[in-house]
Every structure is written in structure tokens, then in C-alpha cells.
């Protein structure tokens, strides 16, 4: 089943905003690690176009393994915000 993060976003004076205050908001990437200690970095993209929603059905993972994932908001131009919080999931 997907999952949807809960995402908020922290402006420069350290406000939480519901919402994604990219003016030319384009959509989500998600991010995919077996290993949550490797660099956020190094994480494998999960999604070739930015998504519409935060929410996403990965299907390469295998029964029973455990992934971690993050999500960032990305503009038009492909700039990125901060990651989201790390979230770990089991596959059923």
C-alpha cells in the first residue's frame, strides 16, 4: 500500500508550514536507503518526474526487508527543499 508522509516546512526564521511555500512548486522526490546511516546523499531517487503528492507506492522492495525514505519538495527548476523526516518502513 503507499505511504503518505506527513511533511512540513521550516522557513528561514524557523516557522512550520504545512504547506510547501515554493512559489513554483513542481512536486515531490522520494529518496529509498536499505541502510538508514548511509549519507542522505547517497539515497537512491525513487520517482523519474517529480510526483503531484507526497503519497507513492515503491514497487521494488521486497517482502519482509525494511527501507527507509525521505522526501523533498522540488521546484520547477529542480531545486530542491531540505529533506523531510527519515521514515521507516517494513514491506509486507
Known amino acids: 500500500a503507499p505511504f503518505t508522509p506527513q511533511i ?4 528561514h526564521a524557523g516557522n512550520k508550514l504545512d504547506q510547501n511555500p515554493l512559489v513554483d512548486f513542481a512536486g515531490y522526490n522520494i529518496y529509498r536507503s ?3 546511516n548511509v549519507p ?3 539515497w537512491e ?3 523519474a518526474e517529480p510526483l503531484k503528492t507526497p503519497e507513492f507506492k515503491d514497487e521494488g522492495v521486497s517482502s519482509g526487508e525494511v527501507y527507509f525514505y525521505y522526501v523533498r519538495g522540488v521546484d520547477s527548476l ?3 527543499t531540505a529533506p523531510a ?3 521507516r518502513v517494513i514491506r509486507k
Open 34 to 36: 536499505a541502510d538508514e
Open 85 to 87: 523526516e527519515v521514515v
Open 40 to 42: 542522505l546523499g547517497q
Open 8 to 11: 512540513t516546512f521550516n522557513d
Open 78 to 80: 529542480g531545486n530542491e
Open 45 to 47: 531517487r525513487r520517482n
